[in-house]
């Protein structure tokens, strides 16, 4: 399969796990299968596998839903037309699109005794009332709440099926948040297998899980080596200890005892299997993988919620989300404007537009996030006149002075389009992108802070997730010490009591749209928030540039080892952002810190150690999260 990491025929041997869903697939007793799941652990290829089966012995209408039909057509070009051309039986089977009709035949496919309709979970067209058989439902926990006004795509799915006695159903998706999770809504329901794994010492099973996960730690004395960007941690020296025995497992002890593991129900069957599959049963992942993903991730909170759904399979559980604003107030430190802190390596701002004013808020960040509000600006007047915005650009084309003799200007800005005045923003952005002062629209619900493309409806702005940037914003203030993903605040005027009041002035509800629980944030009704949207902006603002500070990850280039396929997992992470580092803009500063000189550094953690004893003297770290 062309689509897959691994080239040639289908080995199920390879992920034993997928062997399960493969079997309840065909359990006529069964009628959902439901998958929370880790990224790379192989769901898609068993819904392939599935779907040729279908197509080939058992055909009938089929219907795949994915969260948006964008994802659907780039599902069935990349991932299901190679596997039926790479398939003789299904060649010969499902049509060949028309080419005047490609766009068409991308999202709906016959072949003899049914055929696949592919939709998104936005658009509701595609739901329409035609009797399907079979649903496939991949990222559920993406899904769009309601497809249109007409509620729940799976509910609308599943209404569709009611005619058929051997009905199926197959939902798959790593979950999001604990509260709102539908993923997880629905494994509760089920009979909640979880995979046992027998230790190659003492043969006791388990389920593999974070807490038995270790690495050593550098001794104080030992030297910093070059290229160990999580000194002192080590993560190339992950492993796993069974919780039986204590004996430690390597990369390829773990890979033989997963083959070897099995399924077992921790919950009463009724109709509905439940698969777990958290990463640590991925063959195409190694524990290196997995605890750099977790040093990469442990101290910005929304960084550690995609860690926790995408490689332990696992929701997300919210601390309390409110910060006190008095708790902020105290945390002024000594620094403003006229000396900026040696930390800060960039300057962004964020625009609000009011009916009599402009508010401005310029944000200083540094490595891993840290960040430093740095100044507020309030400038009355009225946005329907040019002056104010010459006002403006004076106070974007300032210079900063810092503690260690640098010059920083602005180097992004993002301006909010949204108000009355959203003509007058796209204007004063329009000569003014070569300088990055972006107009942008925020939308709420389950998006990127920093979309990855232009506004595909409308060319002129930058949609910014605003739910997802007060998430992190709200995360981030709860911190309680500098260092990664912390934020300063100077004593002064621009940061006083009010400012503190509106910027921590919202809060997240739980609120029902047609049955569904959804995560909203709320202001109170007239409040002002001024301060947490130019934040918001801000931060976008950040997103933007493609500067990122963090240490190069180490490359992941498994050796060919027994139990390990030959080919490199996919080499784009799964793991969402932050994204790549991006040679384009070159700042001394974070060219330093990006890579060092000589090119990347020598890969200490790829090649499975052989088995080995636990060292004397060595300092074992444990993993401390959700243990
Ligand atoms: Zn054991």
Known sequence: ???????????????????????????????????????????????????????????????????????????????????????????????????????????????????????GSNAPAGLAA????????DEVDRFKTSAGTEGDPLQLAAKRQTTFWNRKTLLGSSPGRKATSVIWREWLKSDQRRFY??????????????????WDKAADSEQRRVGAPFWPHKPETAYYVCEHCGNPWDDVVRWEAVSKGEWRA???????????????ISPWLTLTDIVVEFLKAKDVPELLQVWVNTVLGEPFEDPAETVESSSLVSRGEQYGPELIPEGVKLLVAGVDVQGDRLECQVLGFGPREECWAIEYH????????????????????????????????????????????????????????????????????ARPIWPKRESKA????????????????????????????????????????????????????????????????????????????????????????????EPVPIPIAPAPVAGRPAEPPPPKSLFGPPPPPMPAEHEAESVRERSPPGGP?????????????????????????MS
């Open 601 to 625: 550094p020598p890969n200490p953690g790829i090649t499975p150690r052989p088995w080995r004893p636990q060292l004397r003297g060595r300092r074992i770290l444990r993993s401390t999260y």
């Open 458 to 549: 409308k060319k002129d702005f930058y949609v910014v997730g605003v739910d997802t940037a007060k998430d992190a914003i709200y995360g981030r203030l709860r911190i309680a010490k500098p260092g990664p993903g912390y934020i300063h605040f100077p004593v002064g005027v621009d940061f006083n009591e009010q400012y503190f009041q509106q910027l921590t002035c919202e809060k997240v509800m739980t609120r029902y749209r047609l049955g569904h629980p959804v995560r909203v944030w709320e202001k109170p009704p007239g409040a002002k928030n001024e301060a947490l949207d130019t934040f918001v902006y801000a931060l976008a603002a950040r997103q933007a540039l493609p500067i990122r500070f």
């Open 130 to 137: 035609r009797p399907i058989r079979v649903v496939f439902a």
């Open 1 to 119: 399969m062309e689509a897959a990491a691994e080239p040639g025929r289908w080995v199920t041997a390879r992920a034993e796990y997928q062997r399960g869903i493969m079997n309840a697939f065909s359990d006529t007793t069964v009628h959902t299968i439901v998958v929370p799941k880790a990224a790379q652990v192989g769901f898609t290829e068993c819904v392939l596998n599935a779907l040729g089966f279908i197509v080939h012995q058992d055909p009938c209408p089929i219907l795949i839903l994915q969260p948006t039909i964008d994802a659907g057509e780039t599902w069935s070009k990349e991932r299901l037309a190679p596997m039926v051309r790479d398939t003789p039986v299904l060649r010969g089977l499902v049509r060949q699109p028309i080419s005047r009709y490609v766009e068409n035949s991308l999202r709906f496919k016959s072949f003899p005794g049914g055929y696949m309709a592919i939709v």
């Open 197 to 214: 794994v027998p230790c190659p010492q003492c043969e006791e099973k388990q389920t593999l899980r974070w807490e038995n996960v270790r």
């Open 378 to 445: 309030v400038l009355p007047g009225d946005p329907a006149q040019q002056h104010l915005w010459m006002e403006l650009d004076e106070q974007l084309l300032k210079v900063y002075p810092t503690e260690d003799e640098r010059q920083l200007r602005i180097r992004a800005v993002c301006i909010d389009t949204g108000g009355h005045h959203g003509n007058q923003v796209l204007a004063f952005c329009k000569g003014r992108r070569g300088r990055k002062v972006l107009p942008i629209k925020g939308a709420s619900g």
């Open 266 to 280: 921790t919950a009463p069957f009724n109709g509905i299997a439940g698969f777990h599959i958290p990463g640590f």
